[in-house]
């Protein structure tokens, strides 16, 4: 990878204030502000802006307390007492208490269609909250939860009692001011933004003392422009000054133009291939594994990302606590041919769904297709949009794609997928079901970090011997802008582009 | 009118042969996306590191069979319907034409995106699609075409001979509205290969890793910058294609029909 | 005094070499009509056009001097013809209904003449000469507010007649020195053409104009012009005064037309000239009538013949012009054929017929006998297509009987058997639009053949089959190679064969013509007209002969019934009628039709209720 | 004469046009309907998303009123849509009117400016190619043209682009980005790309129309009795040529609008430009069915309105026609 460019660049002086305008893609009619309906990328960097969270992975992927000033859990992880910083304003000038906690959980619970649901149904009792004071929550929980500090890092936005979603209203460095779907959004600097003195992302060109707080812009409007090639064009021409998703191809324009810069950065985050280990041909771990042997992640990795991004072995989370780095598939043809054949399943034809989850996804399936080939097997692309992708049969497909941010956390990870009986779309059974089960369970209650670290290993090396899941690669995000602009970060591990939407440290200079 | 031939002859010769002579097959991944032309890949690779010359030369198929096999349904129907209606006069006529218009009502690109949001695009639909976006278009068409003749005396002179319906329509009818509907056909053709390579940019039509020089396009242009072939190529064979049949048309409709070829449509 | 001089005139196709006209000389005086006459595609129009300086796209003066009013036109700048034409010489186009502009009313396009020509005319004065123009014509009433709405008007707003005299009028709003009429009668009734010929004849002696009058039909000019000119091929064959050219006509084709020409007044066996006329390019050598001549010796093939003068005045551009004996002005009179009256083939009782809600035809019976040729005649749209439609089971919408050797036929074609299909057969009027444009002419007439099945199924039929074409194409002398051609590769008078050759195929008895020759040249009306009176005679056919021109009817028919307004009004042998017309409408008929050899006939002048102004 | 209509049928020609144009409408709507009711792919499942249980999705098909008769659900959509109020996106929950008003009036913008540039232009550009026939321009029109039209929209639009904006010539904008609500005038630079793309469309067959018509009405015989009558050659172009050629041009502008307004998905999808098209074209994606209904309605209701005016202006402009009630 080429990184973020040589050498820090910028077109003039630092200054406060001014408006930013970006271009960003990969947004849908249903986007929403709602932080609880986030489903896809621009929302969910959209409501970092306007949110926050109580703890929060930085775009390192490290784990640190946000408006909480603890997160403290008693010693079996069924009680958590979670207590906030003080004086923390609402945009609406209401000051962040208990209450407010209490009531997201609520509203998260009784949302139809809430995502961050699924890392809380199995634990949280919405009976078993006690308010020990006014920014002070005591949570009794249904079972322990050794990782429930890390399940309220991920996207668990906070908002105020009362909360409506047509006058979004958080805590986050600017203020809600219009959002039209799939057309534009657009936010103002909060004067009382609560962190504005609190640490920066790392970045290459950090903002100089003399600038003031937080955030520094006073504006900051967000075009969607979907069509990739619409996108750099505006950049290209100047209509905005940053935009997201830039593809693999077009960082050569990028590099060419003197006013613009690139902004790149590794990802925990994943595009996957998951085989029904319910369904034939895949109910025999022989083919699983024929077919894991036979992808040639490097060739998959420059067709797909040109490069752009590094090796997977079929396990996610590369960050979390447990992750079994020393677990590297090679390519093994023979090895591969030899299970298929064992497995009686030579020349075996499947169909591979896929859709427009992300830019990879089709390609991805393309290069496996070319890859399975070679050890006589005929994989069928399929491409379907996402409205059939994710149709009726999403969680019974014998062979499709999803894509992934990172958790931060691989026990919260099988919790939403393989652990879930309604929405894995990988099925294990049995044996291996039980298994990681008891696991999970034992990881769960145990609050020794070490224990846990030797447990989710075991799961991840399960994963990895008998797993149905087919994972290349982790893709870079690439992000660009112009010289008038600085602050960005460097890094954005959780993949959400533009640094993972940190606009609080993005200033112009011109 | 030569020159149209000779152009159109040579893309359906790409079409046709092509294939054979690919040095790749067309969904193979042979080197790095975007890689400048090389010995390998004589046009470079794109943007999934597949050869651009295994896909010009295989991926004219889909197009031109979608598009042709498309156009001649939605002409063969619409005239069908067109001659019908007009021979038949009438409470068929009025019922025949009016559902026409109805289907008219809908620009052809809206149409087929309506259908695609029922059927999705599967090769072997695509050209169904193109024939219904056409249909009513042609049958307006071959409707005033035949509306012309239906009342001239030749038609009147087999009625008083008894002729059988069909056999007046087959035979007194149809060889007069023939010359408009070539010339239709032909228009119709060049707007075809249009409407199905912008299906395929639009992302409605084919879908990866077919080939498809629609569809080339619009994988590629992101890489314009790096590799220019993956796009100027399969766009120069529409064109050309297009061109080729736009001038046969032309030629055809000067030659044969003398009439300019915008005169039958509107 | 000259008012147009022409002498050594040549229209070439552009660029070709090819002569449409050539060595073409005459003179008009002031005041004088000079006919032009010829058969189509002699070269008419071309010459007409010279006097303004035009030649058609396509086509270019490329010799010879044109001298209008005492001014070379050939060869004149633009701005100055613009000029000259509309003002001195103005021109009568032949369709009026292309020839108005569809867009303007009829006041601008009078009215551009003077804003060009005259544009110092004060408006008052300009509008005074347009109306008493409009009265000249015919059109004017004498009020003005009148005047002013019909000048208002745009000329889809204007039956055939009048838009002819408003282009007469265009013509004469600014008193030019020559006009050129072109066919301007074409199209037009006998009644209307009757007005608007003495309205040019009026026009020119008031205004002292000279007019070049162009016209294929010898009757019409013969009471018009002072001289006449017959064209051919692109030559001036004969030229003299109008006694000279009616009386004394020496070129074999001017000849051959007087004998072509049907006259109420005679029942006169037609003669026919055989062959087309030859189009630029392809004509013959030598003397280029030499082809379809038949006083023609082998000399005429091969040279050239000079203008010979046979008296004063009258010039011929024949080698024999000296040679030949007089003229044969009036054919041979034939006697009226004896027809049994009681062997009724087809019958026709109490018949109305409607169109939408009107009715056209009001209670009209007819009787139709074998071998009889019965015309049917009336002025245009008074019902004389929808009765024919109407027994051949094209138009449905009837009540009344129509029976075949007393058997009912249905309202529909369809509805009835073939073998009455096949005894009762139509030939439409224009023979451009009856024949299937697509297919050959083997495969038009084999069409009934396999309609009607009347060679029978099995080994050996499409031989039969193309026997009987051949057989067919015999009868109406037509060569059988002519099986492999398509329609547009024939003459009008060839389609029209060819169309009687498809109602033949079927052997019928009854065969119904809607004017079958009204789209036809004069010579080829001959033929055809002999052609059909030949089948009469071999083959027994029953003929109903529907035509408004009451001069074939006294050649063709036996028995005449004349119809108005859907109503028949007069019925009887053909003689009795024409030479004592009972009925006031069936006089004024006969009245108007342009004859010559027999005393001028009268023209009426009084406006009838058709022409009037709605 | 007995064919002249008086001047009430001439009205209620008009009339009849207009009942008739809505009839096609309201068939339209059945066509559309139906149409998007047998989309396989289920809409609740699209709006929720990956992570939903099945529970959620049997709740919200309920809700969006997805398992009630198809009939019950068109006649409610009917009226809806008459009442002003069509229903709501399957994917945004918002009233689907709302969603789309502000994209027809830029579409309506995008088409409406592209008609002036393009009909004036072909109309000038036809007529003296026609006036020139076979002279150096006409040639070079007619072969323009036919490369022209020789291109589909799509790739004359990113030809525009590479050409015009990112590439060759920096001079214009390639992206269009319009803040709901704002005015597409406020961003001139913005549509002059769109506007060329959707020209350069429709540009080749109305400029040969009118060529064509005007080389007709040149050829006609009422010129040739003008040019007879002394006329100048200028005044024979004005007043006799173009009033007559300009007929057929009236029918070919209707018909370009109709074509516009088709041509518009293309382009606007490649200028990213928030209208009507693009707006499709995303509902087709998502199956978000109440917006491609109504979107398809309004395409529809256009072509009968373009044609309708199309047809009134023929008759405007036609005496035969226009006085055919007197
Ligand atoms: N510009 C031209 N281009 C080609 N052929 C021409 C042109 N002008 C005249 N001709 C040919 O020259 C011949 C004479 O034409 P012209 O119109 O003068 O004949 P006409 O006697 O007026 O015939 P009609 O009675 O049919 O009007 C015709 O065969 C015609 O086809
Ligand atoms: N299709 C039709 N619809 C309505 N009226 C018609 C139709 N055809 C003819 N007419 C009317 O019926 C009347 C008789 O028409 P028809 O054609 O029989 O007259 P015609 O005597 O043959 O006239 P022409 O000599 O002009 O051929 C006319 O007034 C005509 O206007
Ligand atoms: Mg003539
Ligand atoms: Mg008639
Ligand atoms: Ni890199």
């Given at each position: 990878a080429c990184g973020s460019g040589s050498g820090a660049r910028t077109g003039g002086t630092p200054r406060r204030g001014g408006t930013l305008t970006v271009a960003t893609g990969g947004a849908k009619g249903s986007d929403t502000l709602d932080p609880m309906l986030l489903n896809s990328i621009p929302v969910s960097y959209m409501a970092r802006v306007i949110y926050d969270q109580l703890a929060d992975f930085g775009n390192d992927m490290e784990y640190h307390l946000q408006m909480a000033e603890s997160i403290e859990s008693n010693g079996t992880g069924d009680e958590w007492t979670i207590r906030l910083k003080p004086d923390i304003l609402f945009h609406n000038g209401k000051t962040l208490d208990a209450d407010d906690v209490l009531f997201t959980f609520q509203r998260t619970f009784s949302l139809p269609g809430a995502v961050t649901v699924g890392k809380f149904k199995a634990f949280v009792d919405l009976d078993g909250f006690t308010k020990l004071d006014r920014r002070t929550l005591r949570m009794k929980l249904l079972r322990p939860s050794a990782t429930f500090h890390t399940a309220l890092a991920s996207p668990f936005k906070i908002v105020p009692v009362g909360f409506d979603p047509r006058n979004p209203v958080g805590t986050g460095p600017f203020k809600y001011k219009s959002f039209t779907p799939n057309r534009q959004w657009v936010c103002e600097r909060f004067a009382d933004y609560w962190n504005a003195d609190g640490p920066s992302q790392p970045s290459a060109t950090?903002?100089?003392?003399?600038?003031?707080?937080?955030?520094?812009?006073?504006?900051?409007?967000?075009?969607?422009?979907?069509?990739?090639?619409?996108?750099?064009?505006?950049?290209?021409?100047?209509?905005?000054?940053?935009?997201?998703?830039?593809?693999?191809?077009?960082?050569?324009?990028?590099?060419?133009?003197?006013?613009?810069?690139?902004?790149?950065?590794?990802?925990?985050?994943?595009?996957?291939?998951?085989?029904?280990?319910?369904?034939?041909?895949?109910?025999?771990?022989?083919?699983?594994?024929?077919?894991?042997?036979?992808?040639?992640?490097?060739?998959?990795?420059?067709?797909?990302?040109?490069?752009?991004?590094?090796?997977?072995?079929?396990?996610?989370?590369?960050?979390?606590?447990?992750?079994?780095?020393?677990?590297?598939?090679?390519?093994?043809?023979?090895?591969?041919?030899?299970?298929?054949?064992?497995?009686?399943?030579?020349?075996?034809?499947?169909?591979?769904?896929?859709?427009?989850?992300?830019?990879?996804?089709?390609?991805?399936?393309?290069?496996?297709?070319?890859?399975?080939?070679?050890?006589?097997?005929?994989?069928?692309?399929?491409?379907?949009?996402?409205?059939?992708?994710?149709?009726?049969?999403?969680?019974?497909?014998p062979f499709s794609v999803d894509k992934w941010p990172p958790q931060g956390d691989f026990l919260t990870l099988m919790a939403l997928t393989d652990l879930s009986d309604t929405t894995t779309l990988t099925h294990p059974g049995g044996a291996d079901l039980a298994e990681l089960r008891g696991l999970y369970e034992q990881a769960q209650a145990s609050t020794d970090g070490t224990r846990r670290a030797v447990l989710t290993r075991k799961m991840y090396e399960i994963q990895y011997e008998r797993g149905g899941w087919i994972i290349p690669f982790f893709a870079n995000v690439e992000n660009a802008h112009n010289v008038r602009t600085a602050g960005w970060p460097e890094q954005d591990f959780p993949g959400r582009t533009f640094g993972n939407g940190h606009f609080e440290q993005v200033y112009r200079t011109d | 009118?030569?020159?149209?031939?000779?152009?159109?002859?040579?893309?359906?010769?790409?079409?046709?042969?092509?294939?054979?002579?690919?040095?790749?097959?067309?969904?193979?991944?042979?080197?790095?996306?975007?890689?400048?032309?090389?010995?390998?890949?004589?046009?470079?690779?794109?943007?999934?590191?597949?050869?651009?010359?295994?896909?010009?030369?295989?991926?004219?198929?889909?197009?031109?069979?979608?598009?042709?096999?498309?156009?001649?349904?939605?002409?063969?129907?619409?005239?069908?319907?067109g001659m019908t209606a007009a021979y038949s006069g009438g409470v068929v006529d009025e019922l025949l034409m009016r559902t026409m218009d109805v289907l008219r009502a809908f620009p052809p690109l809206v149409l087929i995106l309506l259908l695609v949001s029922v059927a999705r695009a599967e090769s072997a639909l695509?050209?169904?699609?193109?024939?219904?976006?056409?249909?009513?278009?042609?049958?307006?068409?071959?409707?005033?075409?035949?509306?012309?003749?239906?009342?001239?005396?030749?038609?009147?002179?087999?009625?008083?001979?008894?002729?059988?319906?069909?056999?007046?329509?087959?035979?007194?009818?149809?060889?007069?509205?023939?010359?408009?509907?070539?010339?239709?056909?032909?228009?119709?053709?060049?707007?075809?290969?249009?409407?199905?390579?912008?299906?395929?940019?639009?992302?409605?039509?084919?879908?990866?890793?077919a080939a498809d020089w629609g569809?080339?396009?619009?994988?590629?242009?992101?890489?314009?910058?790096?590799?220019?072939?993956?796009?100027?190529?399969?766009?120069?064979?529409?064109?050309?294609?297009?061109?080729?049949?736009?001038?046969?048309?032309?030629?055809?409709?000067?030659?044969?029909?003398?009439?300019?070829?915008?005169?039958?449509?509107t | 005094m000259t008012a147009v001089a022409v002498k050594g005139l040549r229209v070439d196709l552009s660029g070709r070499g090819v002569d449409v006209v050539d060595c073409v000389d005459f003179t008009i005086d002031a005041g004088e009509v000079l006919g032009l006459v010829g058969e189509s595609g002699s070269g008419k129009t071309t010459v007409g056009v010279t006097l303004l300086g035009d030649a058609r796209r396509g086509a270019a003066i490329v010799g010879g001097s044109v001298v209008v009013?005492?001014?070379?036109?050939?060869?004149?700048?633009?701005?100055?013809?613009?000029?000259?034409?509309?003002?001195?010489?103005?021109?009568?186009?032949?369709?009026?209904?292309?020839?108005?502009?569809?867009?303007?009313?009829?006041?601008?396009?009078?009215?551009?003449?003077?804003?060009?020509?005259?544009?110092?005319?004060?408006?008052?004065?300009?509008?005074?000469?347009?109306?008493?123009?409009?009265?000249?014509?015919?059109?004017?009433?004498?009020?003005?507010?009148?005047?002013?709405?019909?000048?208002?008007?745009?000329?889809?707003?204007?039956?055939?007649?009048?838009?002819?005299?408003?282009?007469?009028?265009?013509?004469?709003?600014?008193?030019?020195?020559?006009?050129?009429?072109?066919?301007?009668?074409?199209?037009?009734?006998?009644?209307?053409?009757?007005?608007?010929?003495?309205?040019?004849?009026?026009?020119?002696?008031?205004?002292?104009?000279?007019?070049?009058?162009?016209?294929?039909?010898?009757?019409?000019?013969?009471?018009?012009?002072?001289?006449?000119?017959?064209?051919?091929?692109?030559?001036?064959?004969?030229?003299?005064?109008?006694?000279?050219?009616?009386?004394?006509?020496?070129?074999?084709?001017?000849?051959?037309?007087?004998?072509?020409?049907?006259?109420?007044?005679?029942?006169?066996?037609?003669?026919?000239?055989?062959?087309?006329?030859?189009?630029?390019?392809?004509?013959?050598?030598?003397?280029?009538?030499?082809?379809?001549?038949?006083?023609?010796?082998?000399?005429?093939?091969?040279?050239?013949?000079?203008?010979?003068?046979?008296?004063?005045?009258?010039?011929?551009?024949?080698?024999?012009?000296?040679?030949?004996?007089?003229?044969?002005?009036?054919?041979?009179?034939?006697?009226?054929?004896?027809?049994?009256?009681?062997?009724?083939?087809?019958?026709?009782?109490?018949?109305?017929?409607?169109?939408?809600?009107?009715?056209?035809?009001?209670?009209?019976?007819?009787?139709?006998?074998?071998?009889?040729?019965?015309?049917?005649?009336?002025?245009?749209?008074?019902?004389?297509?929808?009765?024919?439609?109407?027994i051949i089971g094209l138009h449905h919408r009837h009540s009344g009987g129509i029976t075949f050797r007393g058997g009912e036929m249905a309202t529909r074609a369809r509805d009835r058997p073939p073998e009455l299909r096949r005894a009762v057969q139509y030939v439409f009027q224009s023979p451009y639009n009856s024949l299937n444009p697509r297919r050959s002419i083997g495969e038009i007439l084999r069409e009934p053949l396999a309609v009607l099945s009347p060679v029978p199924a099995g080994k050996g039929r499409a031989g039969r089959t193309r026997a009987a074409v051949s057989e067919v194409l015999e009868r109406v002398s037509l060569s059988p190679t002519v099986a492999a051609r398509y329609p547009d590769q024939l003459s009008g008078g060839e389609r029209q064969r060819v169309a009687i050759a498809r109602a033949l195929v079927c052997r019928p008895e009854v065969l119904i013509c809607d004017e079958v020759t009204s789209a036809l040249d004069v010579s080829v009306q001959a033929s055809i007209v002999r052609l059909l009176r030949r089948l009469q005679d071999e083959e027994g056919l029953a003929l109903l002969f529907v035509t408004h021109n009451l001069a074939l009817v006294r050649t063709v028919a036996d028995r005449v019934i004349a119809m108005r307004a859907g109503r028949l009004v007069e019925g009887g042998p053909v003689d009795d009628v024409l030479d004592h017309p009972g009925d006031p409408f069936t006089r004024a008929l006969i009245a108007a039709t342009p004859e010559f050899g027999a005393a001028p006939p009268g023209v009426p002048s009084a406006p009838t209720s058709r022409e009037d102004r709605t | 004469m007995d064919r002249r209509p008086s001047s009430a049928t001439g009205?209620?020609?008009?009339?009849?046009?207009?009942?008739?144009?809505?009839?096609?409408?309201?068939?339209?709507?059945?066509?559309?309907?139906?149409?998007?009711?047998?989309?396989?792919?289920?809409?609740?499942?699209?709006?929720?998303?990956?992570?939903?249980?099945?529970?959620?999705?049997?709740?919200?098909?309920?809700?969006?009123?997805?398992?009630?008769?198809?009939?019950?659900?068109?006649?409610?959509?009917?009226?809806?849509?008459?009442?002003?109020?069509?229903?709501?996106?399957?994917?945004?929950?918002?009233?689907?009117?709302?969603?789309?008003?502000?994209?027809?009036?830029?579409?309506?913008?995008?088409?409406?400016?592209?008609?002036?540039?393009?009909?004036?232009?072909?109309?000038?550009?036809?007529?003296?190619?026609?006036?020139?026939?076979?002279?150096?321009?006409?040639?070079?029109?007619?072969?323009?043209?036919?490369?022209?039209?020789?291109?589909?929209?799509?790739?004359?639009?990113?030809?525009?682009?590479?050409?015009?904006?990112?590439?060759?010539?920096?001079?214009?904008?390639?992206?269009?980005?319009?803040?709901?609500?704002?005015?597409?005038?406020?961003?001139?630079?913005?549509?002059?790309?769109?506007?060329?793309?959707?020209?350069?469309?429709?540009?080749?067959?109305?400029?040969?129309?009118?060529?064509?018509?005007?080389?007709?009405?040149?050829?006609?015989?009422?010129?040739?009795?003008?040019?007879?009558?002394?006329?100048?050659?200028?005044?024979?172009?004005r007043r006799h040529v173009l009033r007559n050629a300009l007929v057929p041009a009236v029918q070919g502008t209707a018909l370009a609008l109709a074509y516009l307004t088709g041509g518009v998905v293309v382009v606007e999808q490649v200028f990213n430009y928030p209208g009507l098209g693009s707006a499709l074209v995303d509902a087709v994606n998502n199956r978000d069915f109440p917006v491609i209904q109504l979107i398809c309605l309004v395409f529809a209701a256009c072509y009968v309105a373009f044609n309708l005016l199309g047809d009134a202006m023929t008759v405007y402009v036609t005496p035969r026609l226009r006085t055919a009630g007197r």
């Open positions: 950090p903002a100089p003392p003399g600038l003031g707080p937080k955030p520094y812009l006073d504006e900051l409007v967000v075009n969607v422009v979907n069509d990739d090639s619409a996108r750099i064009n505006a950049l290209v021409t100047g209509q905005v000054d940053a935009i997201n998703l830039l593809q693999y191809a077009q960082i050569p324009t990028i590099e060419r133009h003197r006013e613009l810069k690139l902004l790149e950065s590794r990802t925990g985050a994943w595009t996957g291939i998951y085989m029904n280990m319910r369904q034939p041909p895949f109910d025999d771990v022989r083919v699983r594994q024929a077919l894991r042997l036979a992808i040639d992640r490097e060739q998959a990795l420059t067709a797909c990302l040109s490069g752009h991004g590094v090796v997977a072995n079929d396990l996610p989370e590369p960050f979390a606590t447990g992750y079994p780095a020393s677990l590297v598939r090679e390519r093994d043809l023979d090895r591969a041919r030899a299970l298929l054949r064992e497995a009686g399943q030579d020349g075996v034809e499947v169909e591979l769904v896929t859709g427009p989850v992300s830019t990879e996804a089709v390609s991805m399936c393309t290069v496996l297709a070319d890859n399975a080939a070679e050890i006589g097997m005929k994989v069928k692309v399929r491409q379907v949009d996402t409205a059939t992708l994710f149709g009726p049969n999403f969680h019974h497909w | 009118m030569r020159v149209g031939l000779v152009l159109t002859g040579l893309v359906l010769l790409v079409v046709v042969i092509g294939p054979f002579l690919a040095p790749h097959a067309h969904s193979d991944i042979i080197g790095a996306p975007f890689s400048p032309p090389s010995a390998t890949a004589l046009l470079g690779t794109d943007y999934l590191g597949e050869d651009v010359l295994s896909r010009v030369l295989a991926g004219g198929r889909s197009i031109v069979w979608i598009s042709f096999v498309g156009t001649l349904v939605g002409v063969a129907v619409g005239a069908a319907i695509m050209p169904l699609i193109v024939a219904i976006a056409w249909v009513p278009q042609v049958a307006r068409v071959a409707y005033g075409a035949a509306k012309e003749v239906v009342g001239r005396e030749f038609v009147e002179s087999a009625e008083a001979l008894g002729t059988p319906r069909m056999r007046i329509v087959r035979r007194e009818i149809l060889p007069n509205v023939m010359t408009p509907l070539m010339v239709d056909f032909g228009l119709r053709l060049t707007w075809s290969i249009g409407i199905v390579s912008a299906m395929s940019f639009l992302g409605v039509g084919l879908q990866p890793p569809l080339m396009i619009k994988e590629n242009y992101q890489g314009l910058a790096l590799q220019p072939w993956g796009v100027v190529v399969p766009v120069l064979c529409v064109a050309v294609f297009t061109f080729g049949t736009n001038l046969m048309t032309e030629g055809f409709a000067r030659t044969v029909a003398r009439v300019s070829p915008l005169e039958v449509t | 009013d005492g001014q070379e036109v050939v060869g004149l700048r633009p701005d100055r013809l613009a000029k000259l034409r509309g003002s001195t010489v103005a021109y009568v186009p032949q369709d009026p209904s292309m020839a108005l502009n569809p867009a303007l009313r009829l006041r601008r396009q009078l009215d551009e003449l003077f804003e060009f020509h005259r544009p110092e005319l004060p408006d008052a004065a300009r509008d005074e000469r347009i109306r008493t123009t409009l009265r000249e014509v015919g059109l004017g009433s004498g009020d003005q507010e009148e005047d002013d709405a019909f000048l208002a008007r745009f000329p889809h707003q204007l039956s055939g007649g009048q838009q002819q005299r408003v282009t007469l009028a265009m013509a004469f709003v600014l008193r030019p020195r020559v006009i050129v009429l072109d066919e301007p009668t074409t199209g037009l009734d006998v009644t209307t053409q009757a007005r608007v010929l003495s309205t040019v004849r009026d026009l020119c002696a008031t205004h002292r104009v000279a007019a070049l009058y162009v016209t294929h039909d010898m009757a019409v000019v013969s009471n018009l012009a002072h001289r006449i000119l017959v064209m051919y091929a692109g030559r001036i064959v004969e030229a003299g005064t109008s006694a000279q050219i009616f009386d004394a006509a020496t070129h074999p084709y001017t000849r051959a037309l007087l004998a072509a020409v049907p006259l109420v007044s005679q029942r006169r066996e037609l003669t026919a000239i055989p062959g087309d006329t030859p189009l630029p390019g392809s004509r013959p050598s030598g003397c280029a009538f030499h082809p379809r001549c038949p006083d023609a010796v082998a000399e005429c093939a091969t040279t050239t013949p000079d203008p010979v003068q046979v008296s004063p005045g009258h010039v011929v551009r024949c080698l024999r012009a000296t040679r030949l004996g007089p003229a044969r002005t009036a054919p041979r009179a034939v006697e009226p054929r004896a027809v049994r009256q009681n062997d009724v083939v087809l019958r026709v009782a109490d018949l109305d017929a409607f169109h939408g809600r009107r009715q056209v035809l009001h209670d009209v019976s007819l009787a139709l006998a074998a071998r009889e040729c019965l015309a049917l005649v009336g002025e245009s749209g008074c019902g004389k297509t929808t009765l024919a439609r109407s | 009205r209620l020609w008009l009339l009849r046009r207009v009942v008739f144009g809505m009839a096609v409408v309201l068939l339209g709507s059945v066509l559309v309907f139906a149409a998007t009711q047998v989309l396989p792919g289920d809409p609740a499942r699209a709006v929720l998303g990956h992570e939903a249980t099945p529970e959620r999705v049997a709740a919200l098909r309920t809700e969006l009123g997805l398992d009630r008769p198809l009939v019950a659900q068109y006649l409610a959509w009917l009226g809806g849509v008459l009442t002003g109020e069509p229903g709501h996106s399957l994917v945004t929950r918002e009233p689907v009117g709302g969603l789309i008003g502000d994209r027809a009036v830029n579409s309506a913008v995008l088409v409406l400016v592209s008609a002036a540039v393009v009909v004036p232009l072909s109309v000038f550009v036809g007529a003296v190619a026609g006036r020139r026939r076979d002279r150096p321009f006409d040639r070079a029109v007619l072969v323009v043209t036919l490369g022209l039209t020789a291109l589909p929209e799509f790739i004359i639009a990113l030809l525009l682009v590479i050409l015009l904006s990112t590439s060759v010539f920096p001079l214009l904008p390639g992206t269009v980005l319009l803040a709901p609500g704002q005015n597409p005038f406020g961003e001139p630079a913005q549509l002059v790309l769109p506007v060329t793309a959707l020209v350069l469309g429709v540009l080749p067959y109305l400029a040969r129309l009118v060529r064509g018509s005007v080389i007709d009405v040149y050829e006609s015989e009422y010129v040739r009795t003008a040019r007879l009558k002394g006329v100048p050659e200028n005044v024979v172009l």
